[in-house]
């Protein structure tokens, strides 16, 4: 098959647009919509009840929804791994991917964000959570791991709904340039007028660059954050500091399983197996295999520290693994997330989906049972005797999860029906351009340049074929000594900013003072309310517990540092535009796909005289005039 | 390509992030200011009560003692409401067929208590000793207000938390000796800023600790 330039629009299009297995995708939407149906009356009579419609009876006080958001958010880390940790690795063939494994991960925080909040009790108090003047006077508790959580989940919601969007921008151009009547309205809004401009690729690409380093902690922080949930008190099973690792090791193994469950439909019904192929699924099984060694680590830790600390408690909880009510759980988890994945080691296995698909499914399966155990059978086992009791799932359990499956999966159905499920600029980028065929002879001047200038044309849109010609082109320019001249290109073109002369981004700047200011912001936050305005005593720690200021520090700084950069690109490429002469000129919208184009001033520098070399040295297609 | 923008769209799209920011700062300053608001809180709300009680009459003009009607304010939890039988004390005297005591003299004769409305109604996860802040020197008025000028009995203060907050944070400005706790005129003396520690110490109240979470929430 070629890959070219040309084809990966028409090519992406075919996916989502066009009427590709429309009958398993509206199937597919039938079941999940009647999911959403049972979750939202199962939410509906939470409210009107109370959260005793569950299971949750003491000791046990987190049942399924602490669980299923645990996993949940687990399942996001996965796309942010693919999207961001890849990228800094200079993984290519993680552009196929990327797309869809962030979409996987911002649906995923939001089904994990709904649990907590419905786990509440009340619900419509959720902003109690946060920081702010409230008339009780009162302020978070800064040294629980809870809080944490918090603005551990904000961030990451937000990065990686910035990470998302940017990704997307060169998309929704092309989208916009290729679509007709209200469609293209809504794409152009949301494309902010992106137009491809050299200039604005060189901020978009460090912008890009930043926010995927600046998510790179965020896959390791947010579970381990998460984790102290469980680290920081003292039941039996919790108390440990193997869970920060262990859970992230866990978080990445469901997130890739999860990705196999969307992928391997998503390419046999949507046509995407000519993006992704064999060579992804090898490299993602590759990953599975390893995380899934790393969990069995974890298991095997759990038991050496258990056996090895002697504690009563502690080893009545193991006993109960492999000897007691709670051991098919524990064997079936076992099972699932380290027996079943060492089928990976078989090339074999590694390249076919439907094995990648059911193994994704068994670790989906197995990881939520262990998030179970840990939240439910630790409880099940307190220090005292009357703390002990056992947990029963209530019809409400299971139909919120199953409810909050549907959501997700409805959300992915949707996503991959309205947006590219592939990310169109960077798989433009590792393509070559068509030359232009036969049928489109090289018009090297549509009028004559003497011509657009003798009518006091102020700029000329140069049309070129290729990367190779415009960034030749650029260079003749530069050294003939005209000045302002941009370009714009459907895909960054490396080399054209060093032939503009472009200076170097900065947005770097706008990312290190949001990082600084956001540090200092949540050091100070927490000094101010939690020694000054409202000291509590806890459980005799000090009142400035600078190691436990740490999570939030952490978080804020990588939240502000995230919108400072989205800001100062938006500051340093002058976006939102959507009215630009040059989206008037014809063809224009062929920047966005598949033709380069330089924009030069008419009369150029005096006495240089390019334009009446007629262009031909500079082998562009087409000459045309900007109006305005 | 036409243009899908006219120009005016340019500075619509620049506007909009800031727009947006400035309303929603608007709406979180409207909230905040609303939780803040009379409306929100009570303050100043005068509920409808079976018999419409005149305090001002009863400790003014009357110059009844705060302790005839609430008598255990100083050994109590809760204040108190008086019994019907406490009314009839004088008003099985005078008064006696006055249609508005009608519902008093029917409580008397029933033993069924007067469905008086709450003023003062703290939230039930708080746990209130009105004793202990009648007897360290949390005179009436600084909860109540004039109570000895109000036609109808009326919340004077928010009772949000950061009202009690306040004063637990600080008492001593706020501190009376015993014999004015029940002075309804009392303002601070010039030299409270002496009298308020010596206060603290002399009824022994530890500062540290006032706040605690456990002190008011059990």
């Known amino acids: 098959m070629t890959r070219d330039v040309p084809s990966i629009d028409a090519g992406v299009e075919t996916t989502f647009g066009a009427s590709v297995a429309r009958l398993p995708w509206w199937l597919a939407v039938g079941a999940s919509a009647s999911l959403v149906l049972l979750l939202t009356a199962a939410i509906t009579w939470l409210f009107l009840v109370g959260v005793g419609i569950w299971g949750i009876r003491m000791p046990v006080g987190w049942g399924f929804a602490i669980a299923n958001f645990v996993w949940w958010i687990g399942i996001g880390h996965a796309g942010t791994l693919i999207s961001a940790i890849l990228l800094l690795l200079r993984q290519g063939w993680r552009r196929e991917i990327n797309r869809f494994a962030e979409a996987m991960t911002l649906f995923a925080i939001a089904c994990a964000g709904l649990f907590p909040i419905l786990h509440l009790g009340r619900p419509d108090r959720f902003y109690w959570l946060l920081p702010y003047p409230n008339t009780m006077g009162v302020w978070p508790q800064w040294r629980s791991s809870l809080v944490w959580d918090v603005f551990a989940i904000l961030t990451y919601a937000t990065v990686s709904v910035v990470f998302f969007y940017l990704g997307l921008l060169p ?14 309205k809504l794409f152009g809004i949301l494309a902010l007028g992106w137009r491809g401009s050299a200039r604005h690729w060189r901020e978009y690409r460090t912008a890009y660059w930043l926010l995927a380093g600046l998510a790179t902690p965020l896959v390791v922080s947010v579970h381990s954050i998460v984790a102290t949930d469980f680290a920081i008190g003292v039941q039996p099973g919790w108390h440990s500091t193997l869970q920060p690792p262990f859970f992230v090791a866990g978080a990445i193994l469901s997130g890739l399983a999860m990705v196999f469950v969307l992928g391997v439909p998503m390419r046999r019904f949507m046509g995407l197996d000519r993006f992704v192929t064999a060579r992804h699924f090898d490299a993602l099984a590759r990953l599975t295999l390893v995380t899934a060694w790393i969990v069995g680590y974890g298991y095997a830790c759990e038991f050496l520290f258990g056996w090895y600390g002697g504690e009563e408690v502690e080893l009545a909880v193991l006993g109960d693994r492999l000897h007691g009510g709670r051991a098919p759980a524990f064997y079936a988890q076992v099972t699932c997330n380290v027996l079943l994945p060492q089928l990976l080691w078989w090339p074999r296995c590694r390249r076919s989906p439907l094995a990648l698909f059911g193994i994704g499914c068994a670790v989906l399966v197995g990881m939520w049972i262990e998030r179970f155990m840990i939240v439910v059978q630790s409880l099940e086992h307190g220090h005292l005797a009357s703390a002990s009791g056992a947990f029963q799932a209530t019809f409400w359990d299971w139909a919120t ?126 000094y101010w309310t939690g020694v000054v305005d409202y000291p509590i005593h806890v459980g005799g720690k000090a009142l400035a517990s600078w190691s436990a200021f740490v999570p939030i520090a952490f978080e804020l700084t990588v939240l502000g540092a995230a919108l400072a950069t989205l800001v100062g690109l938006m500051v340093r490429t002058g976006l939102p535009r959507p009215h630009h002469p040059l989206f008037a000129v014809d063809g224009f919208e062929r920047a966005s796909q598949d033709r380069y184009f330089l924009c030069v001033p008419a009369r150029g520098a005096p006495g240089v005289g390019w334009a009446h070399q007629g262009l031909v040295p500079l082998r562009a297609l087409q000459v045309r005039e900007v109006p305005g | 390509m036409p243009q899908l923008f006219g120009p005016v769209w340019n500075s619509v799209a620049r506007a909009s992030v800031p727009t947006l920011f400035v309303a929603l700062g608007g709406a979180l300053w409207l909230w905040q200011e609303g939780v ?44 108190g409401i008086p019994a019907a039988d406490v009314c009839l004390i004088c008003h099985g005297e005078i008064w006696q067929d006055a249609a508005m005591l009608a ?16 003023v003062y109604d703290l939230p039930d996860y708080v746990y209130f000793h009105h004793a202990v802040h009648v007897r360290n020197g949390v005179g009436c008025s600084t909860c109540h207000g004039r109570v000895d000028r109000m036609l109808l009995t009326r919340q004077v203060q928010a009772l949000q938390m950061r009202w009690c907050i306040e004063c637990h944070r600080d008492p001593a400005p706020h501190l009376r000796a015993a014999d004015e706790i029940f002075v309804m005129d009392w303002a601070p003396p010039a030299d409270q800023a002496e009298r308020g520690p010596e206060l603290l110490q002399r009824y022994g109240i530890r500062r540290d600790g006032l706040t605690d979470c456990g002190v008011c929430h059990r």
Request: some cysteine; charged content about 25%; overall charge positive.
């Open chain 1, 171 to 184: 998309d929704l151009a092309t989208l916009r340039d290729r679509a007709r009547g209200v469609r293209q």
């Open chain 2, 103 to 118: 519902p008093v003299r029917a409580s008397g004769r029933t033993r069924v208590p007067l469905r008086w409305s709450r």
């Open chain 2, 36 to 79: 803040r608001s009379d409306w929100y809180s009570g303050r100043d709300l005068t509920p409808a009560q079976p018999v419409p009680f005149s305090h001002e009459h009863h400790v003014s003009e009357v110059g009844l003692d705060c302790r005839l009607c609430h008598r255990r304010v100083l050994e109590d939890a809760n204040a």
């Open chain 1, 401 to 526: 999860l199953a409810g909050s499956l549907g959501l997700f999966f409805l959300a992915m159905l949707l996503f991959v029906r309205l947006l590219p499920p592939v990310s169109i600029h960077e798989v433009k980028e590792q393509v070559a351009d068509r030359p232009p065929d036969d049928s489109e002879p090289p018009r090297p001047v549509a009028r004559s340049v003497e011509e657009l200038r003798g009518r006091g044309a102020g700029r000329l849109l140069l049309e070129f074929a290729g990367r190779d010609e415009i960034v030749a082109a650029a260079k003749t320019l530069r050294a003939a000594g005209v000045a302002e001249v941009d370009a714009f290109t459907p895909t960054p073109v490396e080399g054209l900013g060093e032939a503009l002369g472009l200076s170097p981004s900065r947005v770097a700047r706008w990312t290190l003072a949001g990082g600084v200011l956001g540090l200092i912001g949540a050091l100070g936050m927490q």
